[in-house]
């Protein structure tokens, strides 16, 4: 396309004011030459449209796989008592690495609502700080999540961090208003109003002339001191939980405790009323334990033969222990027997006897064998009680006669004692 600019004849522009003064005339001509179509221009636009066409995919193509490459974003809320120096944008880093950055912040009556955001593919522990940092005076600050995480549950979308686990730094007005503080309680206002300030700074220094080495060595001797007890901080640390234990057991019981001490203070105030005669008690007592110590000395012999028989007859009740049980529980019984037996008119014992219930001779003998603490041998013993001849209508167990009853007969006059009645 070709632009001409040519006078043309019989035309003028008026240009300047139209209060009657000169005004200049400019005769123009506009002339445009275009191209005339042609018909290579087809192929032409239609490449440019199949051109246009790729570059619009491409272009989609490059959006979706960016959007697709984006990893999830975790957002999560901090409370902080104030934000000085955290705009949103601000950085969120671990490590002082930046992950994410402040979204929002929002003041709420005396604490502050940070939402942060950072990319789900770091891993914060589920129990997070999060402290404000600044890394100079004049520097932006950022938001430190810490500490680092080493496995177990992590932060999740959605989170709240609260007000009790973050930090924020001492501001500079602060320490300036501290210092200013200090200033005063130390000027001529504060503590050196009457110079005693200086007549402390003029004595220390008085006395610490001169006394550089004793000084450095006392700051070494304490250094090894605290030395020494980090050394040994387990054992420390574990004498003051052991102690925070027993503290607690006693907190416990504390009911427990205060009864304990009014009865030992009882105590402690009964023996104070008798102590003179606890005195005497301990005097004689101590005599006493002299005699028994110098008796001991003088029997030595005599208390050893003493305590072997001493062992021999708990020996000897240790094997009888059956017997002496069967004795404690059978003897009541025949002590009460044997008095409701007597008959104090005749003075005669009047009991009843039963041969079927005599022991056999060989058991018998046996038992009272066995009481030395031997070991013994019963068969020898029965072997000989076989031997014996049999006593005729005698109990094949303990070889004693047989009741009258067994025989089928009874004699009434028991042997001609007693007369026979028809």
Known sequence: MVRQLHPEPGRTHT????????????PMRLALKLPKPSAKLAPNRRLVRRLAFATVLVVAAALA???????????????????????????VRVLGIPIGEVKKITPQGAR????????AQYKVPEEAKAAIINSSVVSDRYVQLLPVHRGGPVLKSGAVIPEERTAVPVEL?????????????????????????SRLLAVGADNLQG?????????????????????????LFGTVRNLQVFTAALAADDADVRSFNDSLAKVAEQ?????????AAIKHLAAALADVSEFVKQNKKDLTADVKGLANVTNVLVTQRAALQELLEVAPAGLSNLQNAYNPSSGTL?????????????????????????????????????????????????????????????????????????
């Open 112 to 119: 502050v609502r940070v939402e942060l955001e950072y990319d």
């Open 173 to 197: 007005d602060r320490v300036f208003d501290s210092l200013r503080m200090t200033a005063d309680a130390l000027g001529p206002q504060g503590a050196n109003k009457d110079g005693s300030l």
């Open 271 to 279: 023996l104070a009323g008798e102590r003179q005669d606890l005195a």
């Open 15 to 26: 240009g300047g004011s139209t209060d009657g003064r000169d005004t200049m005339r400019i």
């Open 350 to 422: 009047d009991t009843r006897s039963n041969p079927e219930q005599l022991h056999d001779p060989a058991e018998l003998l046996c038992s009272l064998l066995k009481t030395t603490g031997e070991k013994t041998d019963c068969r020898d013993l029965k072997t000989l009680f076989d031997s014996l001849p049999k006593l005729p209508a005698a109990d094949p167990l303990t070889g004693a006669a047989l009741p009258v009853a067994a025989t089928g007969s009874m004699d009434k006059t028991l042997g001609g004692i007693l007369e026979a009645r028809t």
């Open 65 to 91: 796989v960016v959007q697709l490459s984006e990893s999830p974003k975790v957002r999560v809320t901090a409370y902080f008592p104030r934000t000085v120096g955290i705009y949103p944008g601000s950085d």
């Open 211 to 235: 006394q550089g080495a004793q000084l450095h060595q006392t700051v070494e001797d304490l250094s090894q001191a605290v030395t020494t007890l980090s050394d040994g901080r387990q054992d």
